[in-house]
């Protein structure tokens, strides 16, 4: 922790230039999150709401855990680009799983968990033995992946997915104190926030991830297991992604489409809360705020009245503003 | 002190003295696979059809002409993810402005033209003036070009004349336009990145820009020169699309997944992302590597789907031979 | 050595008017004064050595004359002419180039396209490939070297000293009058330093002025005619070579005497056990190597550029393993196939190229420091801020080891001088607690008295018991430090050799010409 050495006179002047020192430290995902966020419930009442805030950040708890994982990737120094398409498969894979049977669910969660592990353990590969940039191994993934779900399913979903599934993102306890409506999803990411954050954070995985994004060669000298960390990391990823692939279905039920465009938003979340795409750099709680940004985001737009298509738009204005905003200020650091 | 190491081996400094990049193995390979594969399951209809190869040709120009723009962006080391929309909003103006009238035409491609110049011209900027990642940067402004494009049209629109589909459909003899036209684009890309000073700074720019900037270039313009012609490259898909499609609709471009599909048979030509090096035929066989597989799995009755799962495996494996004996670690 | 002193002083120099000039030249940067009021004088046809610690200032100077930097107050002359450059490129084309000790080459691109990078012979746009390998061989011709580099080879599959050259055809390509160098013979061999001697004598010839910035003080004597001392951003002095001696010249650097260079070296008592044990170790890079190591003693590892030094250490720290034959640590057998597993048995390995190798720079200099105690644990072990598991107090301990100066542990390693950072690299590795260290180049780059400092705790290391296998192309540095040297040669080992052996013995056997047995002898020879 930086002790900052003031020289000036005055009890309070000092309490209130180190408060200044401390709020100049914020990074700017946090007070970025929260304008919008109040000009969101300034623009409709009920997200001022407990219940309303519950069902916002029920509906972007998925984005925030695919952008923990992706996270991790990235300030690995590389890029995971197949997410997208783990999605589609566990929303498509498990339409068909299930066959509208309520008992198939947990086999059904377990056969994608499964899936997922075995992607990332490839994505791992390719990378870390192979010497493929991550960037062309995920892409090259994310084409099997969403291929294959496609010729699983033979091209449309095959049932719906049975509400004791759904209930992961869609479901909430009822009656809890304080909160009221308490989003299973929310509690999800509550888990694996604490999981992330202690691995990131608090252990040596997360110190060895940011060294090898920053300095690969530096850390395999030093005889940080490279391969083994990346492999890690894109376990953890892929993992993440069925996770949240199973929120997404369980929320907004089953359809061909989605989970197209997930890999982009969620790097545009992760940009948004800090993160360099260089690699070193990376934190688990911007991550998640990223999310929410990006989220409140479009519900500020929608709210606005913009029709979708603008939607788009301003979303591809305000990624690019983050990003010059965050790299600009960079350089004048240096 | 850095020192720049050599880590090949003997069998690729000997393809490297008669420079045939390994690309072109592989798609001589894939042709053989290919013509094996096709006489096996249906007694060779296509690889003994002259036509139907042709056509598998003209099957892979619009994704060709806009490769090869992608490839002067990454050898830039930069690159461009704006290319599918540039290529729907081509399509969906081109065909508005036409309305179905010949005399429109002209107007309607120094329409388009302009729009992609502005586009690339605004990629350009954003990366190197306001410093922001290609990735994002040009992520972004397609999201804004999408965005256009749906709030001002949600179908099909406009029509194409008759005497515009000659682009899409023509043909000199039996040499059909499109044919004549991808040439044309890639011979030209050859030699602006060959022969010309543009060319030799865009190397030098995705090489090394530092040494780039110390050695007196304007390297903010190399970078913009280059994604202003990137976006052409989209702007000229496009009108090739809609003279086929006779009509624009804004799912063109991403339908055809032409930027990631653009960047993937870059690189599988060869052209590292890292920038620096690389060049436009490798690109083209890139791109015809995936025509062939794509022609072949029609014929064979392969599910589209597993198509799409081949081409992945592809994309890895190709550019997987030629990283794996690199000592370097990817990232 | 009197023929040539006379030579110097009959060259032209006080009587013909400087070719360039700097004068009262200050530059600050935030929170440090870089110079402060310089003014040297430099003459056509002469070599001129600028020297100094590091942080004196001599890299500011040369980056103020190569137009790279604006000097606060002060101006540069050129023939007589003032001059003010904004950008390199201006510079360069008035006639002063310089020449960075990282080479500023592309790699993918020709000789030729190098050399011309940026005003390609064309026409409307087109480049005249042809003329510009025909200009391209002129140039390396004028140099004398076209018979060992193409206008059309690849720039990366050029040797470290070709590509040398390939930077100096590009200056001489703009007619450079002043040709700047920085640390030019760093990386080079034996022979290439010759080759390069030759180049600047050449050159020299034609009238140009040569500055070269360099910590090799032995070259500096041989090539220099003049010397400039710099220290702390102020001139001390600037001399004629034949004027001044070496302890002279490092007097004048650090303002006292270093009396003595190097640490005396261990006596036979204090070697302890075998602790590491190679026998016919072999790899894709070397072959048929054996050697012990005992505790307490520095061996010396000398050779020529490529004789496999390097990859040596990389295949006993699991770099770039070994593939037959046998290793052992403390008396056990093992095999380590990669730097965790060295790690773990208590190896340490500080690679040459301290900040592309050795800090991740981005990182707070703590996670720096601790990064091999961390490698080794668990992969989602707990971690502490300052250190591991009981030992909490380890980041400062290690700092004060050190002597790192810094106001926070918390700062980017990458805002860090270049001293403190391969404090860092060496705090990280006594963190590990090993008792095998293997030094590569552990003092290249680095001024005098840093040297010194790096040698005292290299011995440090040894009356603890460490064993230390020191890799070194600095022959002074192999004779003052190693209490035995093995010396390689062509991938192999050439032969052993003992405490104080000459450097031509040493030379000799690196250059292949003499066995073990008659080094000896010359040795015993020159002894008597």
């Keep these: 922790m930086t002790t900052s050495t003031i020289t000036s006179s005055g009890g309070l002047t000092s309490v209130l230039r180190s408060i200044w020192e401390w709020i100049k430290r914020i990074p700017p995902v946090y007070p970025v999150f929260f304008v919008i966020f109040i000009s969101v419930g300034l623009l409709n009442h009920s997200y001022q709401t407990m219940n309303g805030i519950m069902v916002f950040l029920r509906r972007s708890s998925p984005l925030a855990i695919l952008a923990i994982g992706e996270m991790m990737v990235l300030a690995s120094g590389g890029f995971d680009l197949s997410i997208g398409a783990i999605v589609t498969m566990v929303v498509l894979g498990s339409s068909l799983l299930l066959s ?8 059904a969660i377990m056969i994608m968990l499964g899936l997922g592990l075995v992607i990332g353990l490839v994505n791992g590969f390719v990378v870390s033995y192979l010497k493929v940039p991550s960037f062309i191994a995920t892409l090259g ?5 969403r291929g294959g779900a496609l010729y699983w399913v033979g091209g449309a979903p095959r049932g719906y997915l049975t509400d004791n599934w759904r209930a992961f993102g869609r479901n909430y306890f009822e009656k809890v104190p304080v909160f009221g409506r308490f989003p299973i999803a929310l509690l999800i990411l509550l888990v694996i926030a604490i999981f992330s954050y202690y691995i990131f954070h608090r252990s040596n995985y997360g110190k060895q991830v940011l060294s090898i994004g920053d300095n690969v060669l530096a850390s395999k000298f030093s005889g940080v297991r490279v391969p083994r960390v990346r492999v890690m990391t894109f376990v953890i990823c892929s993992i993440f992604a069925v996770i949240a692939g199973i929120m997404i279905g369980g929320y907004g039920g089953v359809n061909v489409t989605i989970g197209e465009g997930l890999e982009l938003q969620t790097i545009a979340a992760c940009v948004v809360g800090g993160v360099i795409l260089l690699g070193g750099k990376g934190s688990v709680p911007n991550a998640i705020f990223g999310a929410f940004t990006m ?40 | 002190m850095t020192t720049i190491t050599v880590s090949e081996n003997r069998f690729k400094q000997f393809l490297r003295t008669i420079h045939i990049p390994p690309v072109f193995l592989f798609l001589v390979f894939i042709f053989l696979l290919g013509g094996i594969l096709d006489q096996i399951f249906s007694d060779g209809q296509i690889f003994k059809n002259p036509p139907i190869l042709l056509n598998i040709v003209v099957r892979s120009v619009p994704l060709g002409i806009v490769a090869v723009g992608q490839t002067l962006v990454i050898i830039g080391a930069s690159i461009d993810l704006s290319v599918a929309y540039t290529i729907s909003i081509t399509a969906v103006m081109a065909s508005f402005v036409m309305q179905g009238n010949s005399a429109n035409v002209p107007k309607a491609i120094l329409v ?36 256009i494009i749906n709030a001002t049209f949600s179908n099909y629109t406009g029509s194409v004349p008759d ?119 490798g690109t083209l066989a890139g791109v015809l590597i995936f025509g062939v597989l794509d022609t072949t799995f029609n014929q064979l009755g392969v599910n589209p789907y597993l198509k799409t799962v081949l081409r992945g495996a592809i994309i890895v494996l190709a550019v997987a031979s030629y990283t794996f004996r690199s000592k370097k670690d990817a990232a | ?107 993918e691109r020709t000789v030729a396209a190098n050399i011309f990078f940026g005003r390609e012979p064309s026409k409307y746009g087109v480049v005249d490939t042809r003329e510009m390998n025909k200009q391209a061989s002129a140039v390396l011709r004028e140099i004398g070297v076209e018979q060992m580099i193409s206008p059309t080879t690849q720039a990366s599959s050029l040797s470290v000293a070709e590509q040398q050259l390939v930077e100096i055809a590009k200056a001489i390509s703009f007619k450079a009058k002043v040709l700047i160098m920085d640390e030019p013979t760093a990386a080079l061999t034996y022979t290439e330093v010759k080759l390069l001697d030759d180049l600047i004598q050449r050159l020299k010839s034609r009238g140009m002025a040569i500055i070269f910035i360099s910590h090799r003080l032995i070259e500096v004597f041989d090539i220099a005619e003049k010397i400039t001392v710099l220290k702390d951003g102020q001139l001390v002095k600037t001399t004629k070579k034949a004027e001044v001696t070496p302890s002279d010249v490092v007097f004048l650097m650090v303002g006292r005497a270093l009396d003595h260079y190097f640490p005396p070296l261990g006596k036979p008592e204090d070697f302890g056990d075998v602790v590491l044990r190679v026998t016919d170790a072999s790899n894709q890079f070397i072959k048929g190597i054996s050697f012990e190591l005992r505790r307490g003693e520095v061996l010396g590892i000398a050779g020529l550029q490529g004789s496999g030094r390097t990859e040596l250490a ?114 990280k590795w006594l963190a590990s607690d090993a008792n095998v260290f293997i030094f590569d180049e552990p003092t290249r780059g680095i001024d005098v008295e840093s040297k010194a400092s790096i040698h005292d705790m290299i011995r440090d290391l040894t009356n603890r018991g460490i064993a230390v296998l020191m890799i070194s192309s600095e022959l002074p540095e192999i004779v003052g430090m190693s209490d035995r040297i093995l010396v390689m040669w062509d991938r192999q080992i050439a032969g052993e050799l003992p405490a104080k052996s000459s450097e031509q013995e040493i030379m000799l056997m690196a250059t292949g010409h003499v066995d073990a047995k008659s080094a000896k002898n010359i040795s015993k020879a020159g002894e008597e």
């Design chain 1, 100 to 107: 509208n049977n309520p008992a198939n669910a947990f086999p």
């Design chain 3, 314 to 427: 990389q295949a006993l720290f699991g770099v770039a393993p070994f593939e037959s034959g046998s290793m052992e640590l403390h008396g056990k057998a093992i095999a380590v196939k990669n730097p965790s597993m060295a790690i773990r048995n208590k190896m340490a390995f500080v690679t040459e190229d301290r900040k592309s190798e050795g800090i991740a720079p981005r990182q707070p200099i703590r996670d720096n420091m601790l990064m091999t105690v961390r490698a080794i644990q668990s992969v989602f072990g707990v971690i502490h801020k300052d250190g591991i598991g009981k030992s909490r107090k380890l980041v400062p301990m290690l700092g004060k080891q050190v002597d790192i100066r810094t106001d926070s542990f918390d700062r980017e390693a990458q805002f860090l001088s270049g001293g403190n950072q391969q404090k860092v690299v060496l705090a």
């Design chain 1, 295 to 334: 989220q409140a985001i479009v519900d500020l737009l929608n709210l606005l009245g913009l029709p979708k298509p603008y939607t788009d738009a301003v979303q591809g204005l305000i990624i690019i503003a983050a990003v010059a905003y965050v790299s600009l200020s960079t350089r004048k650091k240096r």
């Design chain 3, 1 to 107: 050595m009197t023929d040539q002193t006379l030579k110097s002083e009959s060259s032209p120099i006080e009587t013909l008017a400087p070719l360039t000039e700097v004068c009262n030249i200050s530059k600050r940067f935030p929170g440090v004064v870089a110079l402060d009021d310089v003014s040297v004088k430099f003459y056509p046809g002469e070599v001129h050595a600028v020297v100094g610690e590091n942080g004196a200032g001599k890299s500011t100077l040369m980056k103020i004359m190569a137009g790279a930097y604006t000097p606060d107050s002060g101006e540069i002359y050129l023939s007589g002419e003032k001059v003010l450059f904004t950008h390199p490129q201006e510079a360069q084309e008035k006639g002063i180039s310089i020449i960075y000790q990282e080479f500023n080459l592309l790699p």
């Design chain 1, 141 to 145: 993934m994310m084409l099997m992946v």
């Design chain 2, 163 to 281: 005497s515009f589909q000659y682009f899409g459909y023509g043909a000199f003899g039996i040499i059909p336009v499109a044919i004549l036209i991808l040439l044309m684009v890639v011979i030209a890309g050859w030699l602006l990145l060959s022969r010309s000073k543009f060319g030799f700074h865009l190397y030098g720019v995705g090489g090394n820009v530092e040494v780039a900037r110390l050695s007196g270039l304007r390297t903010d313009g190399v970078l913009i020169i280059a994604h202003v012609l990137c976006s052409l490259t989209a702007v000229l898909t496009g009108l090739f699309l809609v003279s086929r499609l006779q009509s624009g609709a804004p799912w063109v471009g991403p339908d055809g997944i032409y930027d990631l599909e653009s960047v993937a048979t870059t690189v599988v030509g060869g052209t590292a992302l890292a920038g620096g090096k690389g060049g436009v035929w």
């Design chain 2, 112 to 147: 388009v033209f302009a729009i992609g110049a502005v586009i690339g011209l605004v990629n350009g900027l954003t990366i190197t003036k306001l410093h922001v990642n290609s990735f994002i940067a040009t992520l972004g402004v397609g999201l804004i070009i999408k965005g």
